[in-house]
Every structure is written in C-alpha cells, then in structure tokens.
C-alpha cells in the first residue's frame, strides 16, 4: 500500500453514460499524475497536476475528459459520454515536492468497463 | 521522447539471480531510468532508478552502461513473489517529470 487510494476501484458503465473517479495522493505531495492502461500495455500519461494548477494534457485527453484538484489535495477524473475503448485501468500517481526525489507512488488504479 | 526497449518475457528459476535488460538508446544526458514493476491488476510499485552510476538497494541493483543506451536490472535472488511486469522508464526532467513507460518484460519465476 504506497498510500495513494483510487475510488472505486471497479466501475461497469454503458456506453454514453458519464463517470468520475477520484485519487487521494498522499497528503504532503504536491505532484499528481493520471494515467490510463489498456490490456498488454503499460501506463500512458494522461495530464500533470502541481498543487491544484493542471499544467500539461497529453492529446490523449479528448474533450470528453476533464481533470480537477480544487484545492491541490484530491483530485477527479471525468469521462463524458464513455465510448468503449474508454475501457481501460485508470491509474494515478502522487509525486512530493522539492527537486531530490521524483519517484511516483501509484494508487491500485480504477478498472473502467464501458459495454 | 526517450524511448525504452524490453524483451517481452523472461524465465527465471526461483533463488537464481533474474537479470532484466532494457535499451534506452536516445536518452539525454540529464534523463534517469527507473525500474518499476506490476503485479497482476495492481499500480506499479517502484523498485530502482539512477542516472549513470551503478544503484542498489534492498529490492535489486540497477546497471548502467557507460554511454547510458542500455541498463539492467538484476534480481539478486529471485522469489515466486517476483513474478510480474517489469517497466524501464526514463524520466524527463524538463517535461514535468513526466514517466514514459513501454510495454515492459514479464518475468516469470519458476519453482
């Protein structure tokens, strides 16, 4: 357990619904990333966060995605209006502050199935 | 973008030393590697990283070549435990830290 939680950690859905997902980092970390795992592949960047300002999207980040941090603790990932390859593990990382350790502590993911 | 190249899977004998090579040919001098790894349906735990010198720790020691195009991770005694999907990454320093993973090696640990 590195400390990060992802809720919930399985969500069925059909398509066209919207779902959230919420990372808890921990607490003294300033750094968040998202992440998304499709079956044989590893982790691919979704967007960055340092404190509540989101400051880099990967162009994977369609417009029916939207990432939040309101007050630079937990964040929310949306997805509108899912699509079956939306189906995927939705992983999010929490990296502390400072300019001597980099490592990311992942969370146990949110496994997304669209039918 | 640095990019990592791994051999799909290994095999490895259990209590033999599992040795995991990674070709990272295009990275910058300022990049690091790090080693993580994914056991089945779980995030990635952090295992290893460094930027030229040799590291070790208590989970694995990481070998870095002299010009840095290739690293490898080595399992001192690997355990049934050990069986999961070992990432090289490189870190990009100057685009907020951001991970690039590739596709990763299964290690598979025989008893």
């Known amino acids: 357990d590195t400390g990060v939680s992802q809720d919930p950690r399985h969500k069925i859905t059909k398509r066209g619904q919207n779902v959230t997902f919420r990372c808890d980092p921990i607490s003294e970390h300033n750094r968040l990333y998202w992440y998304r795992q499709t079956l044989g592949q590893g982790p691919e960047f979704l967007t960055y966060?340092?404190?509540?300002?989101?400051?880099?999207k990967s162009r994977l980040l369609s417009d029916r995605f939207s990432a939040e941090r309101p007050k630079g603790s937990f964040s929310t990932l949306e997805i509108q209006r899912t699509e079956q390859g939306d189906s995927a593990m939705y992983l999010c990382?929490?990296?502390?502050?400072?300019?001597?350790?980099?490592?990311?502590?992942f969370g146990p993911g949110t496994r997304l199935t669209v039918t | 973008d640095a990019k990592t190249t791994q051999p799909t899977s290994m095999d490895c004998a259990e209590g033999r030393a599992a040795n995991l090579p990674c070709n990272h040919s295009?990275?910058?001098?300022?990049?690091?590697v790090y080693w993580y790894r994914q056991i089945h349906s779980q995030g990635p735990q952090y295992i290893i990283h460094g930027l030229k010198n040799n590291e070790t720790n208590e989970m694995a020691s990481l070998i870095i070549t002299e010009d840095r195009k290739s690293s490898t991770l080595i399992l001192p005694h690997a355990t049934l435990r050990d069986t999961a999907v070992y990432y090289c990454i490189v870190r990009v320093p100057y685009n907020f830290n951001k991970f690039y993973f590739g596709s990763g090696t299964k290690l598979n640990v025989k008893p």
């Open positions: 966060f340092q404190n509540e300002a989101q400051l880099e």
């Open positions: 295009t990275i910058s001098g300022n990049e690091y």
């Open positions: 990382a929490s990296s502390p502050p400072g300019t001597l350790n980099y490592e990311q502590y």
